[in-house]
Nanobody, 127 residues
Framework: QVLLVESGGGLVQAGNSLRLSCAASGRYFSAYTLAWFRQAPGKEREFVAAISSDGDNTLYKDSAKGRFTVSRDDTENTMYLQMNTLKPEDTALYYC????????????????????WGQGTQVTVSS
């Protein structure tokens, strides 16, 4: 099985930054397409960012472009989400997700594509 554990969430003032981490178990991390999703209270889960298994292709929710950066370190089996200029509307429980892929350039914004999910880390942005 693939286990994913998020960390790095917290309470910050609007305009500040956080760096989330998603640590993965398993022997084939370099073959995972990875993504971040988030869910705010009373709202449906939404896509935030994704990165291909080769690390060369990324995909972002429109509101995250220019503020968030997704990256991966295959030597540490970890994906990161650098979040800058945080806004109150970024407040949510953030989840990482993974799937094995044949195409190393592939990314997906569809939650149904990902069979492996972490437990989430809470991000709260105050005004």
């Amino acid at each position: 099985q693939v286990l994913l554990v998020e960390s790095g969430g917290g309470l910050v003032q609007a305009g500040n930054s956080l760096r989330l981490s998603c640590a993965a178990s398993g022997r084939y991390f370099s073959a995972y397409t990875l993504a971040w999703f988030r869910q705010a209270p009373g709202k449906e889960r939404e896509f935030v960012a994704a990165i291909s298994s080769d690390g060369d292709n990324t995909l972002y929710k429109d509101s995250a472009k220019g503020r968030f950066t997704v990256s991966r370190d295959d030597t540490e089996n970890t994906m990161y989400l650098q979040m800058n200029t945080l806004k109150p509307e970024d407040t949510a429980l953030y989840y990482c997700a993974a799937n094995f892929v044949r195409n190393s350039a592939y990314t997906s914004a569809r939650g149904s594509f990902y069979p492996y999910w972490g437990q989430g880390t809470q991000v709260t942005v105050s005004s």
